[in-house]
């Protein structure tokens, strides 16, 4: 009998945010109604700014007509957290999780996501760590990663976001509502290239291991990306 994976994943270059989100709806009702195993997606997004369930409107510093100027989206979106900026600057990681059924917190499941930056920064010679109190990935005092996740009936939604070069977009926003941060990226922190695709390799790889779990090529995402 031909073994299941754990978690099936699929990488979708640059896609437009609603649009993912749309397309993480459909993956959720399918993982609620156990239809589909665990899905993990990598993309890029056009410049967007995201408001968590904790945004505070004084954290967005410029005006809908600057934004528009520049080409920047503003989506509410129903994950923790605070204020951020997706582009395509980032590397963008989303988990259709069924955290029910691998018997973890919401704070153990951060943890693990967490753990795959910091192993996915280090292949790159870059220490990082958490910053207790501040969920996502710093060097030093830096920020590195953002980090956001919704949970409903015990699947989860969003991910994580790993700068890959620095966005001058950011200076748009309070990231993370935290004043005064400083958001960081690989490539200002390494001493060596950053080729896109060892980082996509290396992210697979560390999801494999902090979840424990066999990766294979999603059959469903790109089947439902072409309807949405």
């Given at each position: 009998?031909?073994?299941?994976?754990?978690?099936?994943?699929?990488?979708?270059?640059?896609?437009?945010?609603?649009?993912?989100?749309?397309?993480?709806?459909?993956?959720?009702?399918?993982?609620?109604?156990?239809?589909?195993?665990?899905?993990?997606?990598?993309?890029?997004?056009?410049?967007?700014?995201?408001?968590?369930?904790?945004?505070?409107?004084?954290?967005?510093?410029?005006?809908?007509?600057?934004?528009d100027r520049r080409g920047v989206s503003v989506v509410e979106v129903e994950r923790?957290?605070?204020?951020?900026?997706?582009?395509?600057?980032?590397?963008?990681?989303?988990?259709i999780f069924d955290l029910k059924a691998r018997g973890l917190s919401v704070r153990?499941?951060?943890?693990?996501?967490?753990?795959?930056?910091?192993?996915?920064?280090a292949e790159f010679h870059i220490e990082a760590g958490r910053n207790e109190g501040?969920?996502?990935?710093?060097?030093?005092?830096?920020?590195?990663?953002?980090?956001?996740?919704?949970?409903?009936?015990?699947?989860?939604?969003?991910?994580?976001?790993?700068?890959?070069?620095?966005?001058?977009?950011?200076?748009?926003?309070?990231?993370?509502?935290?004043?005064?941060?400083?958001?960081?990226?690989?490539?200002?922190?390494?001493?060596?290239?950053?080729?896109?695709?060892?980082?996509?390799?290396?992210?697979?790889?560390?999801?494999?291991?902090?979840?424990?779990?066999?990766?294979?090529?999603?059959?469903?995402?790109?089947?439902?990306?072409?309807?949405?």
């Amino acid at each position: 009998m031909k073994h299941k994976p754990d978690i099936e994943y699929y990488y979708l270059e640059t896609v437009r945010y609603e649009t993912a989100h749309r397309l993480q709806r459909e993956l959720w009702e399918l993982r609620r109604e156990n239809a589909i195993c665990d899905q993990f997606i990598l993309l890029h997004h056009p410049p967007v700014i995201t408001l968590g369930r904790s945004s505070e409107a004084k954290h967005l510093l410029a005006s809908p007509e600057e934004l528009d100027r520049r080409g920047v989206s503003v989506v509410e979106v129903e994950r923790g957290g605070d204020i951020t900026l997706h582009s395509p600057n980032q590397l963008t990681g989303y988990f259709i999780f069924d955290l029910k059924a691998r018997g973890l917190s919401v704070r153990q499941f951060v943890s693990k996501i967490e753990q795959v930056v910091i192993e996915a920064a280090a292949e790159f010679h870059i220490e990082a760590g958490r910053n207790e109190g501040f969920p996502g990935v710093w060097v030093e005092d830096r920020k590195l990663s953002s980090l956001g996740v919704s949970l409903k009936r015990g699947v989860s939604m969003h991910g994580f976001s790993l700068n890959v070069r620095r966005d001058l977009l950011f200076r748009y926003i309070v990231p993370c509502g935290i004043t005064g941060v400083w958001m960081t990226s690989l490539h200002e922190e390494s001493d060596l290239m950053i080729d896109e695709m060892r980082l996509r390799s290396v992210t697979l790889d560390g999801v494999s291991r902090a979840f424990f779990s066999k990766l294979e090529l999603s059959r469903v995402v790109p089947e439902l990306f072409e309807k949405i």
